[in-house]
């Protein structure tokens, strides 16, 4: 096995695949390749892969349904690769449980900054993505306070080094991407991160201050917080967590009194 895991490359492409397999072995990974989806999918179950990077346009079945059969049995980093930039693509795919999703032709170094941004942020939970341990609930409802690597806010417990998330007690399975995000405006305790900012909380350092912020950047971020507030049962309406500031970006609600 690589130093960093193994690493399986779902691409018909030739010279696309050729391309990733050497990318991904300079970085450290033990590399396996399919050329289409079912042995992808075949693929990523024998070899307990920790990164995939899944083509959309398969000649077999598309790159959404092998996201969607990956993740009955694996919390592999998935980032999807496309010849398309359509809004609809991404977001899919972000929904299907994607963690990143990259528009061809790609820079190999943007490839591998991502994929070794993701890396730094480990994910605790196993199986799946809809699964964590639960975090420390002690003290829970006091906003935005640290009771050790746990910050709370309204019954909702985020466990910095565990990096695990709980309501209330019951644990909620995240994304990398969304646990970054929640973390980010929780230690916030109320003030506005725009959506550039948020961008660059999920890209990792590649973005720096003077990257270009692309409005499909700024839609994958609103992706994620919908689904955030999907998991956390958001009443729109009268949010206790996730607020919108119109034009902008996002905050912490207030706290309320439990």
């Not at 990164?51 to 398969?58: C, F, H, R």
């Not at 409005?215 to 999907?230: M, P, S, Y």
């Amino acid at each position: 096995m690589g130093d960093l895991g193994v690493a399986v490359v779902i691409e018909d492409d030739v010279d696309v695949r050729n391309l990733l397999d050497a990318v991904l072995q300079q970085a450290g990974f033990e590399v396996h390749s399919a050329g289409n989806g079912r042995d992808g999918v075949d693929v990523a179950r024998q070899r307990q892969a920790n990164v995939i990077t899944l083509d959309v346009g398969l000649p077999d079945i598309d790159g959404f349904e092998v996201l969607r059969r990956i993740r009955q049995f694996s919390d592999a980093y998935i980032v999807m690769l496309t010849g398309r930039g359509e809004e609809l693509d991404t977001i899919t795919a972000l929904q299907g449980g994607a963690d990143d999703y990259i528009v061809k032709p790609f820079r190999p170094r943007e490839l591998r900054a991502r994929i070794t941004a993701m890396l730094r942020r480990p994910r605790v939970s196993s199986g799946s993505s809809d699964k964590a341990e639960a975090p420390s609930t002690a003290g829970a409802g006091a906003s935005g306070s640290r009771r050790g690597t746990v910050l709370q806010h309204n019954g909702l417990a985020l466990d910095t080094e565990t990096r695990t998330v709980a309501l209330r007690g019951t644990p909620l399975g995240l994304t990398r991407s969304e646990f970054d995000l929640l973390h980010e405006l929780l230690k916030g305790t109320g003030a506005v991160r725009t959506r550039a900012d948020l961008v660059r909380v999920v890209r990792g350092e590649y973005y720096g201050e003077d990257t270009y912020i692309s409005e499909a950047d700024e839609r994958a971020v609103e992706v994620h917080i919908g689904n955030l507030r999907r998991k956390l049962r958001e009443d729109a309406q009268d949010p206790r967590w996730l607020v919108t500031v119109r034009g902008v970006g996002y905050r912490l609600a207030p706290k309320r009194a439990e």
